[in-house]
């Protein structure tokens, strides 16, 4: 437990900072689930595009908001859970990860899916759609954040799996960001 906010935990044998391998945790979850739902989202902005570089797009979301929320999120109930019994904090980090990745869903997903379909269909999504995406994003949010809570210290041991889980998310993510660049440009034309 660390003893104050400026600290940071460590794994002794690696050095690997316990809330990096958290992170790598939450990007490697939510990048799993951005492509098992990447069909779903698709289908509700009427598959303005191909399902590959779409799935890309969903994951350089959710890899955004893994490595630009997600530390400080993580940082945030770090300190909140600094004195909670330890078989609660999993699920106040599940609590923190569903409103921060639902919130992040909410606005930032949505977005960029009525930022396509409204160019090539001339519709947004409807409220339904909204709801459905949120309720995704709280359940994965939920899901990566007490996933990376309880397995952090295991992953901050290994690694080697740490960094190649990290540097597939990283590949995926740039991917995506070309795949949306190409998406986004040909809108333009």
Sequence with gaps: MPSSWTH???DTATGLPVMLAQN????????IGAIACS???LAMIGNVASLVPWALLVVFVAVTYTYVVGFALLWCVESITLRMRDKFKPFAYGLVGAIGYGVWGLFVMTSVMNSLDQPLNGVVL?????AAVTVNYVVFGFLATLLAQVNAK???ANRGLAFTLLAVQVVLALLGLVCGVM????LGR
């Excluded at 790598?24 to 990048?31: D, K, Y």
């Excluded at 409807?126 to 909204?130: E, I, Q, R, S, Y």
């Design 39 to 41: 069909g779903f989202y």
């Design 8 to 10: 940071v935990d460590k």
């Design 154 to 156: 295991r992953l901050a």
């Design 24 to 31: 790598i945790i939450v990007g490697a979850t939510l990048a």
């Design 183 to 186: 998406m986004f440009s040909a």
């Design 126 to 130: 409807a409220n339904g759609d909204v």
